[in-house]
């Protein structure tokens, strides 16, 4: 049986526990993350053997978006 794959948006304490989780659960892993920033994003993807990572992203919003991403705006 193949196993559950996660994503995971941030690299942050929060993000480190869950993956200790998936990893010790061992009917899951995590196949990509997202992080801010490549330093963090590269750090974890080589701690919990993460495949992909993506560390910047297009604004998939365009302009009806706020730069802090809280709320559309028509």
Do not use: D
Request: proline share 4%; aromatic share 14%.
């Amino acid at each position: 049986m193949s196993k559950l794959k996660f994503g995971m948006i941030g690299t942050n304490f929060i993000s480190h526990t869950m993956a200790e989780a998936i990893e010790q659960s061992g009917c899951a892993e995590i196949h990509a993350i997202y992080s801010r920033k490549m330093e963090t994003g590269t750090a974890f993807a080589e701690k919990y053997g993460v495949p992909v990572y993506i560390w910047r992203m297009p604004n998939i919003f365009g302009k009806w978006c706020r730069p802090n991403y809280n709320s559309a705006v028509a």
